[in-house]
């Protein structure tokens, strides 16, 4: 049974970080590229980082390049996402998936829980 558990999130001001943590269970994490994904109630989930199997290549979207990055470690079946100098558009509900290079980019229909991070200004 295939299981994503997402953790790491919470209050922050403006200019602050945060280091998300997804765990995937019930597949063989390292032979899949993984990806970062947030969503605010209302609008589309959106693509925010990805890295290969390996971690050798990394991809973000621009509104978050420079400030955000992805990492994982294959040992412990899990990805990471540090993100700094946080803004309050930044404020959503993140979620990690499979990751593929085509839109909507991620590749698995199911979803964790998410983590939330909100941001104040």
């Known amino acids: 049974q295939v299981q994503l558990v997402e953790s790491g999130g919470g209050k922050v001001q403006a200019g602050g970080s945060l280091r998300l943590s997804c765990a995937l269970s019930g597949r063989s994490f390292s032979r899949y590229a993984m990806g970062w994904f947030r969503q605010v109630p209302g609008k589309e989930r959106e693509f925010v980082a990805a890295?290969?199997?390996?971690?050798?290549?990394?991809y973000y979207a621009d509104n978050v390049k420079g400030r955000f990055t992805i990492s994982r470690d294959n040992a412990k079946s899990t990805v990471y996402l540090q993100m700094n100098r946080l803004k309050p558009e930044d404020t959503a509900v993140y979620y990690c998936?499979?990751?593929?290079?085509?839109?909507?980019?991620?590749?698995?229909?199911?979803w964790g829980k998410g983590t939330l991070v909100t941001v104040s200004s």
């Open positions: 998936n499979t990751f593929e290079g085509t839109p909507p980019y991620y590749g698995m229909d199911y």
């Open positions: 890295t290969t199997w390996n971690g050798g290549s990394t």
